[in-house]
């Protein structure tokens, strides 16, 4: 008689704990804030540094969501992302360099007008490479990583050269459009209007990429292919096309982040991209592979704790998200939020 009394708060603790688990990854960003909240003295400090944390988030996260959906669902291990966060910043910046006219204007509605199509330019040429990548480089690898490893960063370094050889070996310093210059005053604290610009497209393409992998029949065949491929490939559909079309949608938005990272460093190379790798990396594992979700997170507190600890520890700031990564997968060794495929 006494069993099921012993036994019935356990099962009520563990059914509470589960119900709690999915959702702590979404706890960390706020707890990573108010953290900064207290150890920064000034408020207004903590304001700047927040909204620039997020700013340089949310394009971490533009460029890394194409490669955590291509290595979730296709199982590309792909080092040659990188060039088209190049590529993209290139052709971007060359765009906006020809509607000078439009960036110099005063005009906000010009100035983001220019600034949009500079990024679908960009979009349509690291997609149209992207395509092309995938047709010569990665499909003669498929499920061999090693091979993906050396070819793609063969192609890395190839696709670079190329970017020399147009544009020149020299960093090309670029000018923000003029509205977007400068900063606004909110609470004491001094607000970059770009870097404000750059919150808001971020928001807006991570709620429309989860809008169509959620709510649509092909997000619901992409997710389902990450998860168990042969399935979605028994009941007709046509999961190689699938496969493709991700990778060229992934090169795309590379392209995108590419164009507002240049803008944000105010300054573009042909190793960008290269360099942009690490941070990537650390992004795809700590959110977990396939996962958008756990890739927005997972930028978020990159950029957070990178702009916290550089204002309170400099020297610090340099393996503050080697740490994170760390940290992350000592808790949650999949990463926060993983797509696991079926066995």
């Avoid at 069993?3 to 959702?23: C, D, G, K």
Wanted: proline letters at 4%; a positive charge; aromatic letters at 8%.
């Amino acid at each position: 008689m006494s069993a099921a009394p012993e036994h019935a708060p356990t099962m009520a603790r563990a059914s509470l704990a589960e119900r709690i688990a999915p959702w702590l990854p979404m706890l960390l960003v706020p707890l990573v804030m108010l953290t900064g909240l207290v150890l920064i003295p000034s408020g207004s400090s903590w304001l700047t540094l927040t909204v620039s944390g997020l700013a340089m988030g949310m394009m971490i996260f533009i460029m890394a969501s194409g490669m955590t959906l291509v290595f979730g669902l296709m199982d590309v291990i792909n080092f040659g992302h990188g060039v088209f966060i190049s590529v993209g910043a290139f052709v971007g910046v060359s765009v906006l360099l020809m509607l000078a006219g439009m960036t110099a204007a005063p005009s906000l509605i010009l100035n983001l007008l220019a600034l949009l199509l500079a990024i679908i330019v960009a979009a349509l040429a690291t997609g149209a490479l992207g395509w092309a990548f995938e047709r010569v480089i990665v499909k003669p690898v498929y499920g061999a990583h090693l091979k993906q490893i050396l070819v793609t960063m063969g192609g890395l370094i190839v696709v670079e050269q190329l970017i020399i050889v147009l544009w020149g070996p020299e960093e090309i310093y670029i000018l923000r459009p003029e509205a977007l210059k400068g900063a606004i005053t909110f609470a004491g604290a001094a607000l970059e209007k770009y870097r404000l610009v750059a919150v808001v497209v971020g928001l807006a393409l991570f709620l429309a990429m989860r809008f169509v992998l959620r709510r649509t029949k092909i997000g619901l065949i992409v997710r389902a292919g990450v998860e168990n491929g042969e399935m979605v490939e028994a009941l007709g559909y046509r999961l190689r096309l699938v496969f493709i079309g991700v990778f060229v949608a992934g090169s795309a938005l590379a392209g995108l982040g590419g164009v507002m990272w240049g803008l944000y460093q105010e300054v573009i190379t042909a190793h960008m991209g290269q360099q942009m790798m690490i941070l990537i990396f650390i992004v795809v594992i700590i959110g977990g592979l396939g996962s958008v979700e756990g890739c927005f997170i997972g930028a978020l507190l990159v950029g957070l704790l990178q702009n916290y600890v550089a204002f309170l520890e400099p020297k610090a700031a340099l393996i503050s998200n080697i740490g994170l990564m760390v940290a992350i997968l000592m808790w949650r060794p999949q990463g926060m939020i993983p797509v696991v495929k079926a066995k």
